[in-house]
C-alpha cells in the first residue's frame, strides 16, 4: 500500500504533521495514530478468525486475499482442470497481431498468403469482405459506398 512512497513525500508528510500539529502534541498524536491501527489489525484478525469458524473444516484452506478478483482470477487460470493452461501457451499473440498488420495494411505474410486465397474465394459469399484488397480513390463529389452489412 505504502509501496510507492518516496523519501519526498515523507519529508514532506512530516513538515506538514509539525506544522498542523506542533511539536509538543505530535507524539502524543502518533501513539494515538499507532493505537487505533493496531486496534484496527485485531478487529480485523478476530473477525476473519471467526468467519474461518462459522465456516467449518470444509473450507480450512480458504484465504480472504482469494476474494480479490485479481487473484481469484489467477487462481482460476493456473488451475489445470479447465485445460485453459494448454491453451495459454498455444497462443501466440505477437504471431496474431502480426498477421491482423499485414492484412490490414495488405502485405501478404507466409501464413496469411494461404489464408487470403481461402477468405477471396469465400468473399462473394456470405457477405465477407476481403481486407487484402486496397481502396480504390474517390472523386471529389463521389460518395463511398455503402455497405447494409455493416451497420
Excluded at 502524543?28 to 495514530?33: A, E, F, G, L, S
Excluded at 495494411?105 to 487484402?132: C, F, K, L, N, P
Aim: charged share 35%; net charge negative.
Amino acid at each position: 500500500m505504502f509501496n510507492d512512497i518516496g523519501a519526498l513525500e515523507v519529508v514532506t508528510l512530516v513538515v506538514l504533521a509539525v506544522l498542523v500539529f506542533g511539536p509538543d502534541k505530535l507524539p502524543k498524536v502518533i501513539q494515538d495514530v499507532t493505537r487505533t491501527i493496531r486496534k484496527i489489525r485485531e478487529f480485523s484478525d478476530s473477525a476473519k478468525q471467526d468467519i474461518r469458524n462459522e465456516l467449518g473444516p470444509e473450507f480450512k484452506d480458504f484465504e480472504f486475499e482469494d476474494l480479490n478478483p485479481k487473484t481469484f482470477i489467477r487462481k482460476q487460470l493456473d488451475n489445470d482442470e479447465l485445460g485453459l493452461k494448454e491453451i495459454r501457451n498455444g497462443f501466440d499473440l505477437k504471431k496474431e497481431m502480426a498477421e491482423l498488420t499485414d492484412a490490414v495494411h495488405g502485405r501478404e505474410s507466409e501464413s496469411s498468403s494461404s489464408d487470403s486465397a481461402v477468405g477471396a474465394s469465400s468473399s462473394g459469399s456470405g457477405g465477407a469482405v476481403d481486407m487484402t484488397k486496397k481502396r480504390e480513390k474517390l472523386e471529389l463529389e463521389e460518395r463511398p459506398p455503402y455497405d447494409l452489412d455493416a451497420t
